[in-house]
């Protein structure tokens, strides 16, 4: 049973902070994506990783950066949060062909900026 | 710009009635689309996917449709159970010239369905 875990459910930040999100899968997965998800817009990716020490930008990299160390660990890394980077963030991760398309979801965490 | 896009933010059906849910793509490279079911305070979860080599995949309760000349996918939950009540995600992915997707995919807004006893 694939089990994506991520560091924290709710996280209260200061903006300015620096902010690290945790996320850790334990199927050998090749694949890990960042998203956020916020109402009336859905799920929208940030970044995703199809190797180790491997990184692609997806559709709203502004204000993140990542990293990946090892193939089972995916972080997410806020330089400078802002109030608009509020939101809830998923974690996910897929094998390889073929069934590269199926992701597995981590929890999720709530981070609110002030 | 908006590649997939879910119309209906809710769906309110009465328990044992048929719950469809529609999802709309614009972009023609798609070819494997998916559905996710999410809880509050969860992580989405795989619920079902159709190729577009397919118009139809069954599973159990629940079946996956595909128009792909209208862009058009549709999930039909029958018979609805209160349980079902989640947000649910279309998504889609597309290979690049090379043949390769790395497996991103593009979400829906989502849709919230409430199935009342």
């Known amino acids: 049973d694939v089990k994506v875990t991520q560091s924290s459910r709710y996280l209260v930040k200061r903006t300015g902070e620096k902010v690290f999100l945790e996320c850790v899968q334990d199927?050998?997965?090749?694949?890990m994506f960042w998203y956020r998800q916020d109402p009336g817009l859905g799920l929208r990716l940030i970044y995703f990783?199809?190797?180790?020490?491997?990184?692609e930008k997806g559709d709203i990299p502004e204000g993140y950066s990542v990293s990946r160390e090892k193939k089972e660990r995916f972080s997410l890394i806020l330089e400078s949060a802002s109030t608009n980077q509020t939101s809830m963030y998923l974690c996910?991760?897929?094998?390889?062909?073929?069934?590269?398309?199926?992701?597995?979801f981590g929890p999720g965490t709530r981070l609110l900026v002030l | 710009d908006q590649q997939v896009k879910q119309n209906s933010p809710s769906l309110s059906v009465q328990e044992g009635r048929i719950s469809i849910l529609n999802c709309d793509y614009t972009n023609s490279m798609f070819d494997y689309f998916l559905w996710y079911k999410k809880y509050p305070a969860e992580g989405p979860t795989f619920l079902i996917s159709?190729?577009?080599?397919?118009d139809k995949n069954e599973d159990g309760r629940f079946t996956a449709f595909l128009n792909k000349s209208a862009k058009h996918l549709s999930l039909h939950i029958v018979p609805s159970q209160p349980g079902d009540s989640a947000v649910y995600f279309c998504a889609a992915s597309a290979r690049d010239a090379g043949g390769t997707s790395y497996g991103k995919l593009t979400f829906g807004q989502g849709t919230i369905l409430t199935v009342h006893p």
């Open positions: 199927m050998d997965h090749e694949n």
């Open positions: 990783s199809y190797d180790v020490k491997m990184k």
């Open positions: 159709i190729s577009s080599i397919k």
């Open positions: 996910a991760s897929s094998p390889r062909p073929p069934l590269q398309e199926t992701q597995y």
